[in-house]
């Protein structure tokens, strides 16, 4: 079993809820973005 700091805790806690707050939009936007740039790059 792992023990946890509090302020471990606290650390997972406030990144949970940052991966929770992140929307497939977001993601899917941010794909396209560097789909664009890396075709840029190759040419």
């Known amino acids: 079993?792992?023990?946890?700091?509090?302020?471990?805790v606290a650390l997972l806690r406030s990144l949970r809820t940052a991966?929770?707050?992140?929307?497939?939009?977001?993601?899917?936007k941010a794909l396209v973005i560097l789909a664009k740039s890396d075709r840029g790059a190759k040419s």
């Not at 991966?19 to 899917?28: A, E, N, P, Y």
């Open 19 to 28: 991966l929770r707050g992140i929307k497939v939009r977001d993601i899917d």
């Open 1 to 8: 079993m792992i023990t946890l700091s509090d302020d471990e």
